[in-house]
């Protein structure tokens, strides 16, 4: 998993902050679906999703998603739904302010430390 992620990130070329960002929103996800799991390989799919929907909101660039099939080796259609499925999951709660940003650094920063 550390090897696609790896991949994802040199590939797109952006910022570990968008990662952080990315990060950020799968933790939205864990918070409101606490008690779900996932069937084989939901890492990399929640993964892929939250970085794509982080991608096109902080970036401000517009890839289409059929972009990003041989970046992430999916059929875009599959991309699609896990995009929408992500969002459905976080009730498109994509925005991250700047306080919520420096404390879910320091979150992070404490559990690594």
Known sequence: FQEFCEKILGATETSFSLCLCALKLIDRLRARNCNASGSD???YRIFIAAYIIAYKFFTERSINNKAWEPICGMDV???NIMEIEM???ISFNINITSEEFIEWIQEI???FS
């Open 77 to 79: 259609s599959q991309i």
């Open 41 to 43: 390989g939901f890492e």
């Open 87 to 89: 969002l459905y999951g």
């Open 109 to 111: 920063d404490f559990i």
